[in-house]
């Protein structure tokens, strides 16, 4: 179903819907668990503590702050109070980088997360939000949601390439093409898969938040 302004609507029945987690597709969510990353060397618990990262890339101490966080609520909770210092242009960024992030999560988990996608077959995907019609979609009643669905639709777009293209292309991921994307005063490189080093380092990130 559609709407104009960018704004669509969704019959429930027909969509694949993600709000919590621990629900079946809940792995689809920016805050789900079990997807940690490495970005420059960095460890980040996962792609929402990314993405609220890269805020903020004149300022490393809120990035710092941000990553050691022990939850990815806690840290966009944390970066409400730096909201009026976000990059000014972020608004005309925020796609790209969101797009950066869901890439680099397939990447560095690319077993599971490319197997949840799949598994969608090809229902549109849609974050089901109370708040936010940006991001996700708002429910009308209970078979109707309507919003950007922003979030929903960079999803559907990644199950569209993994479906069309190999793996392999999917071991370098390049930054955005965005001034100034720094991550703790470095310039963000390629995220960069070595095969059997990153299993290794997840390991090691999970002693690391389960202490």
């Known amino acids: 179903m559609n709407k ?18 621990h629900e079946k597709f809940g792995g689809l969510s920016n805050m789900a668990p079990g997807f940690p990353l490495e970005v420059n060397g960095v460890r980040i618990m996962n792609s929402e503590v990314l993405y609220q990262v890269c805020r903020f890339p004149h300022l490393p101490d809120v990035q710092s702050l941000l990553i050691n966080q022990r939850s990815p609520m806690t840290a966009k909770m944390k970066s409400k109070r730096y909201r009026e210092k976000t990059r000014t242009d972020w608004k005309s960024v925020r796609l790209k980088v969101m797009r950066w992030c869901l890439r680099i999560k397939l990447s560095q988990n690319w077993d599971i997360f490319s197997q949840l996608l799949r598994s969608t077959g090809d229902s549109p995907i849609v ?16 078979e109707i949601l309507e919003g950007v669905n922003a979030l929903g639709r960079l999803l559907m777009e990644l199950r569209e390439e993994i479906m069309t293209r190999k793996r392999e292309e999917f071991r370098e991921i390049k930054p955005p093409s965005i001034p100034r994307f720094l991550l703790l005063g470095k310039e963000i490189g390629s995220g960069r898969i070595l095969e059997g080093d990153y299993e290794c380092s997840k390991t090691l990130f999970y002693r690391k938040i389960r202490k």
């Open 4 to 21: 104009t302004n960018n704004t669509r609507m969704y019959l429930r029945k027909n969509c694949v819907v993600f709000r919590k987690t």
């Open 127 to 142: 974050e089901e939000s109370r708040k936010d019609s940006f991001w996700g979609a708002k429910p009308i009643d209970d």
